[in-house]
């Protein structure tokens, strides 16, 4: 007697769920920390062989990679990471400010002095990236201050569309960032306002004080990438 076809089991779903999240946060962590530039060609046999992982979870990692903003599919030509162009980012940025100068005014009014403490140390380690030089190091920090502070405000939607901006941008801003030695200095200094900003429990101060280092930041990849050669209107590094 032939046995009828069996449908996977949960361990063999469970298992491939597993590994194609572990693929997608992989690939995630080497566009935003720019080892995978924008425009770079993904192979999916390429990517499974050195990831040891057979090519199933990592075309669905490219297709939750795509739906995420980060990966774009390209007919007859495959799968590159995305390029975000200047006029992209800019709405981007927009949008984004939208999020920052609500956080900053609930923040205002809600924040705890345990996450004031939280705030103040995440500053403190941005400063001791400046004093070592290590622009990486401060990127990574940069990002993870501003994802504390959304994180603060408990709303759960409103961290998921932020930090889906956030990803988007790194495609645009990570090299500008990490090229320009004058950018850590300033920005520190910036997020020391915020923080006092919002410990003032002054909600249209924080929001302001927010505004302005978003429109700084902004202004400050514009000039990185004025001063470099062949990227005015599309960024290279996530």
């Known amino acids: 007697m032939t046995p009828k076809p069996t449908s996977p089991t949960a361990i063999e779903l469970l298992q491939s769920q597993s590994l194609t999240t572990l693929v997608q946060h992989e690939?995630?962590?080497?566009?935003?920390?720019?080892?995978?530039?924008?425009?770079?060609?993904?192979?999916?046999?390429?990517?499974?062989?050195r990831l040891g992982v057979s090519r199933g979870p990592v075309r669905e990692a490219?297709?939750?990679l795509e739906e995420a903003g980060l990966l774009r599919t390209e007919k007859n030509r495959g799968v590159f990471v995305r390029v975000i162009s200047l006029e992209e980012a800019e709405e981007i940025y927009a949008l984004r400010g939208v999020l920052d100068e609500h956080v900053a005014r609930t923040l205002a009014e809600t924040i705890t002095s345990e996450q004031l403490t939280q705030l103040r140390e995440s500053v403190e380690a941005m400063h001791r990236a400046v004093e070592a030089g290590d622009s990486e190091g401060y990127y990574r920090?940069?990002?993870?201050?501003?994802?504390?502070?959304?994180?603060?405000?408990?709303?759960?939607?409103?961290?998921?569309?932020?930090?889906?901006?956030?990803?988007?941008?790194?495609?645009?801003?990570?090299?500008?960032?990490?090229?320009?030695?004058?950018?850590?200095?300033?920005?520190?200094?910036?997020?020391?306002?915020?923080?006092?900003?919002?410990?003032?429990?002054?909600?249209e101060r924080a929001a302001q004080v927010t505004r302005e280092h978003l429109s700084r930041g902004r202004a400050r990849i514009r000039e990185a990438l004025a001063r470099a050669p062949g990227s005015g209107t599309q960024a290279k590094a996530g």
């Open 27 to 49: 690939i995630e962590r080497q566009i935003m920390a720019g080892t995978l530039t924008p425009g770079t060609k993904l192979n999916e046999i390429e990517v499974a062989g």
């Open 62 to 64: 490219f297709r939750a």
């Open 141 to 203: 920090l940069n990002l993870a201050f501003h994802d504390a502070l959304v994180a603060m405000v408990g709303n759960r939607k409103l961290l998921e569309t932020y930090r889906r901006l956030v990803k988007e941008l790194s495609l645009f801003r990570h090299e500008a960032l990490t090229a320009d030695t004058s950018a850590p200095p300033k920005s520190e200094r910036e997020h020391r306002d915020i923080v006092s900003a919002i410990a003032s429990r002054d909600p």
